[in-house]
């Protein structure tokens, strides 16, 4: 069945660093891809998407570009801030889907310092 | 804020019990799905209800049950309580229009 497989965290930056968490997928066909962010003490919240292949989706300086050759949905930021410091979650939706299932990997945890 | 209240936020139970978790959504919402957190691992679906009928199940025993409502409230049910159930809880409702998923913060399940 479909998967999703995250770098292990966590994650330790200082303040203003680059940020690259990978992600990889396996699907049939071509599922939509998803980042979603877990803030401590919050609900997931969705930060980034892409519906096809090549398309990058962008959001508070994130961005990821869904590769379909190498199966993957890496998630970059320039310049990461404190206020970053929370669980990543990729996911997709399998591709002929009519349900809103999502398949999540197990989470990439980012901690910035100051 | 997302619009969409869980409760309880935290319960325990014993091996053996049933548990009843609770999710409000907003107007417009018609489609509601639960999925299970396991400590450090991401979301597991459980099942999706559009207009009060189950119409999507993920890799989960039949003692999960689930009900929605016309106010676009709905429910989880779990019987015969194990060990292995203790997880995060959360419901996602969909934007009808948008078909965005906004998740609730959760209810923490702990079974001893």
């Known amino acids: 069945g479909d998967s999703v497989t995250q770098m292990e965290g966590p994650v330790t930056l200082s303040e203003e660093a680059f940020l690259t968490i990978n992600c990889t997928y396996t699907a049939t066909g071509y599922p939509s891809l998803f980042w979603y962010v877990q803030y401590p003490g919050e609900g997931l919240q969705l930060l980034l998407k892409a519906t096809k292949a090549d398309d990058k989706g962008s959001n508070k300086g994130f961005e990821a570009t869904y590769r379909k050759e190498t199966t993957s949905f890496h998630l970059e930021k320039g310049s990461v801030q404190v206020s970053d410091s929370a669980v990543y979650f990729c996911?997709?939706?399998?591709?002929?889907?009519?349900?809103?299932?999502?398949?999540f990997g197990s989470g990439t945890r980012l901690l910035v310092r100051p | 804020e997302t619009g969409v209240t869980q409760s309880p936020t935290h319960l325990i139970k014993t091996r053996g019990q049933q548990v009843t978790l609770r999710c409000s959504s907003q107007?417009?919402?018609?489609?509601v799905s639960w999925y299970q957190q396991a400590l450090g691992q991401g979301p597991q679906f459980i099942f999706q209800?559009?207009?009060?009928?189950?119409?999507g199940r993920g890799n989960f025993p039949p003692r999960f049950s689930g009900l929605q409502f016309p106010n676009y409230s709905s429910e989880l049910n779990v019987n015969a309580l194990e060990l292995d159930d203790s997880a995060l809880y959360l419901c996602a409702s969909v934007h009808r229009d948008t078909g965005e998923l906004f998740f609730g913060e959760g209810s923490r399940l702990t079974v001893l």
């Open positions: 209800y559009y207009r009060e009928e189950e119409n």
């Open positions: 996911a997709l939706t399998p591709w002929g889907d009519s349900s809103y299932k999502l398949i």
């Open positions: 107007s417009g919402h018609n489609t």
